[in-house]
């Protein structure tokens, strides 16, 4: 009898633990609060003349409404900077700096009407882009490509550290890629905020796979809205 309390006790214990580690991951953003994030893209893309470019994007989100369960937030980009390799050629970018390199200068012409502009999206609570809206400002270098993956769509059930989920995105005005489907794992708990790893692959509009991603989420502990997230493809 006394074998079976014991058992019945860690059991009880191990439970308890279970249930304090889990965590529902839902979007709670403070309606009209601005949070700084930043966004950093490493792409290696393998041709005859072989290109690896780093992209750093710092943005800023504020959730304005709540329209039909969904949340509707605004995300301003306030800088870009960008070191590109191609060959033996070596370029870098930086948006709060004159561009005095031709290469630059061409990038500039790209991202610089984007910067200060605002880019609106209506997203479901478990983190699903349902809509972008990108600034009219021409053509640029950005598609609602580049954001479909801005927030990361959660489990429809509570977890804990070490497990995982798959989730898919579904790209629309990319030629090479039209769809995402990655493999989520909520990788640990740290005093900056919850870590979310991922590995996925990248299938172009026939289905067949055309690279691979890889990357993480830093997710605040109170709103789940991400901090930083990198990516490499």
């Known amino acids: 009898m006394k074998k079976f309390f014991v058992a019945a006790i860690a059991m009880y214990v191990g439970l308890t633990c279970y249930a304090q580690d889990a965590v529902e991951f839902k979007l709670n953003p403070d309606i009209g609060k601005t949070q700084q994030s930043t966004m950093v893209i490493k792409t290696d893309i393998d041709s005859p003349q072989p290109v690896v470019m780093d992209v750093n994007m710092n943005t800023s989100s504020a959730s304005t409404k709540i329209e039909e369960g969904n949340i509707v937030f605004e995300t301003t980009i306030n800088s870009v900077k960008m070191d590109m390799q191609s060959g033996m050629e070596t370029v870098s970018y930086n948006s709060q700096e004159a561009s ?68 898919s995105t579904e790209v629309e005005d990319n030629p090479v890629m039209a769809k995402m489907e990655l493999n989520n794992t909520f990788k640990e708990i740290t005093d900056k905020g919850y870590v979310i790893t991922y590995t996925g692959t990248l299938l172009d509009p026939q289905g067949k796979q055309s690279g691979a991603v890889e990357g993480e989420y830093l997710l605040d502990t109170k709103t789940f809205m991400p901090v930083s997230s990198k990516s490499v493809i």
């Open 100 to 167: 005095t390199d031709e290469t630059a200068k061409l990038i500039d012409n790209q991202f610089r009407p984007l910067i200060g502009q605002k880019i609106i999206a209506s997203v479901s609570p478990k983190g699903k882009t349902l809509d972008i809206i990108l600034p009219d400002v021409g053509d640029n270098t950005l598609s609602t490509s580049n954001f479909s993956n801005q927030f990361l769509e959660f489990p429809e059930h509570a977890i804990s550290p070490g497990e995982s989920w798959t989730s």
